[in-house]
């Protein structure tokens, strides 16, 4: 059977990418603040930018903002992917923006949500509630899980910093390093990654010694002020695969949106070449 990262491996031959384009609509990006305006905001995205996209990654919050409709508006945009997908002969997998974590019976119906109603290929869910809050979701066996791990923003470093003692161990651990073990623990169906922000390149150096193989979600690279090539640097696997660049304004916000997609896509590739990983 396929495993979630075989079938995004596929995709990233195909494409010669890692470039993760965001849907993020943004209401003071949209024409008007109407659920059809987010729809033609994303569709007109996926349409320019899909040759260049190893993933697309909706963000569920800026959907949900428009109630029912900006639900139904989202599932159009996985459906108008799945089409785009087909067109280029070539499965573009949809990685759900959703930050999900909830006691079993909870997360029983976000999985079912994000994976048979929406129709996504992969989620972003938040470890903190252990590992009876994310086998829900393993228990689709042919999707995949993004496990916050070091998230891109300034105040992970509140919590995902501190110090912890693994049960069984005599030596502390950083939090982020504690739960990339569990990811790669939980990682039996190669269907488990994490996130890992693009704006702490030492610590997601460190977290890759951690773990060699698991695929890492890299927010920050843009906007957030990360660096692509100290980003690529810190986080490549020895294959040159293994991380996803997410883009969302620095692609969304530009006059032509496939030329600047393109462009970063040539850019990974010329790092990736400089550091001998193709």
Not at 114 to 143: M, Q, R, V
Not at 155 to 180: E, H, R
Not at 223 to 249: F, T, W, Y
Request: aromatic residues 8%; contains cysteine.
């Amino acid at each position: 059977m396929e495993t979630f990262f075989s079938f995004l491996e596929k995709r990233v031959d195909d494409c010669s990418s890692l470039l993760c384009v965001g849907l993020d609509p943004h209401v003071s990006d949209l024409k008007e603040p109407s659920p059809a305006s987010a729809l033609d905001f994303c569709l007109n995205l996926v349409k320019q930018t899909a040759p260049y996209a190893a993933a697309f990654k909706p963000n569920a919050a800026f959907f949900e903002v428009f109630g029912a409709e900006g639900w139904t508006a989202l599932k159009q945009v996985i459906e108008a992917i799945d089409e785009e997908s087909r067109r280029l002969g070539s499965l573009i997998p949809v990685i759900l923006d959703a930050k999900r974590g909830d006691i079993t019976s909870t997360a029983e119906a976000y999985a079912k949500s994000a994976f048979e109603t929406l129709g996504a290929h992969c989620i972003t869910l938040s470890p903190y509630l252990g590992k009876d809050s994310i086998e829900p979701f393993l228990n689709y066996p042919e999707k995949g899980v993004f496990l916050l791990c070091k998230t891109s923003n300034a105040g992970s470093m509140d919590l995902q910093n501190l110090l912890v003692m693994p049960m069984g161990s005599d030596m502390p651990m950083p939090l982020y390093i504690y739960v990339a073990k569990l990811a790669e623990q939980w990682n039996a169906n190669n269907n488990v990654g994490i996130v890992v922000g693009a704006t702490h390149p030492q610590i997601m150096e460190m977290i890759r010694a951690a773990v060699p193989d698991l695929w890492f979600l890299s927010p920050g690279v843009g906007a957030q002020g990360g660096e692509l090539e100290l980003a690529l640097k810190s986080g490549l696997r020895k294959d040159g695969k293994g991380m996803l660049i997410p883009i969302s304004r620095g692609i969304s916000r530009v006059e032509n949106p496939r030329l600047a997609a393109a462009e970063i896509r040539d850019e990974i590739l010329h790092i990736k070449a400089q550091l001998g990983r193709r």
